[in-house]
């Protein structure tokens, strides 16, 4: 049986991906890692002395949700809310370290942990930045 011919333009309107390096290929590579950070953060969470987990750990954990529920949407954004959409997930993450930070210098996590948690969000800080450029 033959197939039917198209000209080049029906063809390729419906198999068209989006370009190399858009915020959707990177986006669902980026959350995974994302995801992957919190659910280490969440294991150290459970770990956390009573006081430091019922103070800063719930905070950390609550920024972490949040930055994983704003690159959700970043990725997902129109592309008149992408520029927004990015500059709150870099305001986020920025303030998720900070909390790490804090926590690891109160001794509330130790190194090991704190670098296990903190190079996963250092890389995401960097596809972030790209964003930011592209955006």
Known sequence: MEQPQFNQTEENSYKKAPPHGSLQNDGLAFLNKAINAYKFWNETFRNLEKLARFSIGIRIDNLFLDFVEKSYFAIYASRFEKK???????????????NLK???EIKAIDNKKYASISIPLMELGKIIGGWKKIF
Do not use: P
Not at 89 to 97: N, P, Q, V
């Open 84 to 98: 927004k959409s990015i500059e709150d997930l870099s305001k986020s993450l920025d303030a998720l370290k900070l």
């Open 102 to 104: 804090i926590a690891w």
